[in-house]
């Protein structure tokens, strides 16, 4: 009896002794003095940032003319959300957005003039030790603002059997964007794009409690994973800078370079460089055909019957009687028209490439497009807008 009672002393106070140390290793932060130094935690290595359109960026150096110098002015946070923690209260979005824009440019290629902080020059420039007249001017800047930030109702379950069951919860946020590229000498916008993301947070992991004679066991073990809100801010600010480019330049000039974005992480279908390209991209397609279809009209244009008789047989209208409006889907492709001058300008100042002009195939063709002056008519790459005034009836 007295060996049982010396064997239990002897094991509590060894577990006691483990369990102290334990505690012990645990402090390990927490120095014994405080005339010394906390022994740092180091963590992962630090890391230049890469976003999966910096490779489409980087495509477009040497592709912007060197002479042509834009800047970057506010993109503010006018989402109008604060938030509260233990370390104080602060912005939920960053509020260096613009420096992450100058930073896109930067690796792009671009002339880039910094307009962040200009107060050292302005400072210099009053002490008579700077030539404001030195200074370049900026051609084209980029201003806008994070505009949006909505929290999307979530859901989840908890699910428990005798006690034991997994748990899982999903939250979203919906960030969006607007950025403008302005003509310095007009203050006119040229380009102009919005973006939108969610955000995504999920909670899961597994519950268990259980008696185990008097005594409740409760167990949970959990993993939360949430994207990191900055980080997404800045690629989406990388992907609109990347668009702003694209729509100063021609199509022919960005197709490679746009191949270079995934699509699992931004996708662009309705801004003006994707209607740009669209057209484009038809219009190469449809040279190769028009130059094998133009021996067989050759070839058949005796035995073909007259514009009257064919419409006859078929039963169809000519282009003369068909209704001028029939393609509503021309309206979700290029939404907004604009005149094909003032871009035409821009891409000649801005690119080093011209944009291939499509040549008309016969010289009656030619006659009949001249005449009208229509705006599809005039760009090929402009789609039909279905609210003109011109062709409204």
Same mark, same amino acid.
Request: proline fraction near 6%; charged fraction near 25%.
């Given at each position: 009896?007295?060996?049982?009672?010396?064997?239990?002393?002897?094991?509590?106070?060894?577990?006691?002794?483990?369990?102290?140390?334990?505690?012990?290793?645990?402090?390990?932060?927490?120095?014994? #003095?405080?005339?010394?130094?906390?022994?740092?935690?180091?963590?992962?290595?630090?890391?230049?940032?890469?976003?999966?359109?910096?490779?489409?960026?980087?495509?477009?150096?040497?592709?912007?003319?060197?002479?042509?110098?834009?800047?970057?002015?506010?993109?503010?946070?006018?989402?109008?959300?604060?938030?509260?923690?233990?370390?104080?209260?602060?912005?939920?979005?960053?509020?260096?957005?613009?420096?992450?824009?100058?930073?896109?440019?930067?690796?792009?290629?671009?002339?880039?003039?910094?307009?962040?902080?200009?107060?050292?020059?302005?400072?210099?420039?009053? %002490?008579?030790?700077?030539?404001?007249?030195?200074? @370049?001017?900026?051609?084209?800047?980029?201003?806008?603002?994070?505009?949006?930030?909505?929290?999307?109702?979530?859901?989840?379950?908890?699910?428990?059997?005798?006690?034991?069951?997994?748990?899982?919860?999903?939250?979203?946020?919906?960030?969006?964007?607007?950025?403008?590229?302005?003509?310095?000498? #007009?203050?006119?916008?040229?380009?102009?794009?919005?973006?939108?993301?969610?955000?995504?947070?999920?909670?899961?992991?597994?519950?268990?409690?259980? +008696?185990?004679? @008097?005594?409740?066991?409760?167990?949970?073990?959990?993993?939360?994973?949430?994207?990191?809100?900055?980080?997404?801010?800045?690629?989406?600010?990388?992907?609109?800078? +990347?668009?702003?480019?694209?729509?100063?330049?021609?199509?022919?000039?960005?197709?490679?370079?746009?191949?270079?974005?995934?699509?699992?992480?931004? #996708?662009?279908?309705?801004?003006?460089?994707?209607?740009?390209? @669209?057209?484009?991209?038809?219009?190469?397609?449809?040279?190769?055909?028009?130059?094998?279809?133009?021996?067989?009209?050759?070839?058949?244009?005796?035995?073909?019957?007259?514009?009257?008789?064919?419409?006859?047989?078929?039963?169809?209208?000519?282009?003369?009687?068909?209704?001028?409006?029939?393609?509503?889907?021309?309206?979700?492709?290029?939404?907004?028209?604009?005149?094909?001058?003032?871009?035409?300008?821009?891409?000649?100042?801005?690119?080093?490439?011209?944009?291939?002009?499509?040549?008309?195939?016969?010289?009656?063709?030619?006659?009949?497009?001249?005449?009208?002056?229509?705006? %599809?008519?005039?760009?090929?790459?402009?789609?039909?807008?279905? %609210?003109?005034?011109?062709?409204?009836?």
């Amino acid at each position: 009896m007295l060996n049982f009672q010396l064997k239990r002393r002897t094991i509590s106070s060894v577990s006691a002794v483990l369990v102290l140390s334990q505690v012990v290793s645990g402090c390990a932060g927490l120095a014994m #003095s405080n005339k010394k130094p906390v022994a740092l935690v180091q963590g992962p290595p630090i890391t230049d940032i890469f976003t999966p359109f910096d490779m489409a960026l980087s495509c477009l150096k040497g592709q912007l003319r060197s002479d042509v110098n834009f800047s970057v002015g506010a993109i503010l946070d006018q989402t109008g959300k604060d938030v509260v923690t233990n370390g104080g209260s602060g912005k939920m979005v960053t509020q260096g957005a613009g420096d992450m824009v100058q930073s896109a440019l930067f690796q792009a290629g671009v002339s880039l003039l910094n307009r962040r902080d200009p107060r050292i020059i302005e400072s210099e420039a009053k %002490w008579g030790i700077r030539d404001p007249r030195n200074i @370049h001017a900026s051609d084209y800047y980029v201003t806008g603002s994070i505009n949006s930030l909505d929290f999307i109702p979530g859901g989840g379950f908890d699910m428990q059997i005798g006690g034991v069951g997994p748990s899982y919860s999903q939250t979203r946020i919906m960030v969006g964007l607007d950025l403008s590229l302005t003509d310095t000498r #007009s203050s006119r916008v040229v380009a102009n794009v919005s973006l939108q993301k969610q955000i995504v947070s999920q909670d899961y992991g597994v519950n268990a409690g259980r +008696f185990a004679g @008097h005594t409740l066991l409760n167990i949970q073990i959990g993993k939360g994973e949430r994207e990191a809100t900055n980080f997404a801010l800045r690629q989406m600010l990388n992907l609109a800078t +990347f668009e702003l480019l694209s729509q100063v330049i021609p199509p022919n000039t960005f197709e490679s370079c746009r191949a270079a974005i995934p699509p699992e992480f931004g #996708s662009l279908n309705l801004t003006r460089s994707s209607v740009a390209l @669209h057209k484009y991209k038809e219009n190469q397609q449809q040279k190769p055909i028009a130059g094998s279809n133009q021996t067989l009209l050759d070839a058949n244009a005796k035995d073909s019957p007259l514009p009257n008789e064919k419409n006859k047989l078929t039963d169809t209208p000519s282009k003369e009687t068909r209704p001028p409006k029939q393609r509503e889907s021309d309206l979700i492709k290029d939404p907004d028209a604009e005149p094909e001058m003032s871009k035409q300008d821009l891409i000649k100042y801005i690119s080093k490439k011209k944009e291939v002009q499509v040549k008309p195939v016969d010289k009656e063709d030619k006659k009949t497009e001249e005449a009208p002056q229509l705006l %599809w008519d005039v760009n090929p790459a402009v789609a039909e807008n279905y %609210w003109s005034t011109t062709n409204r009836d």
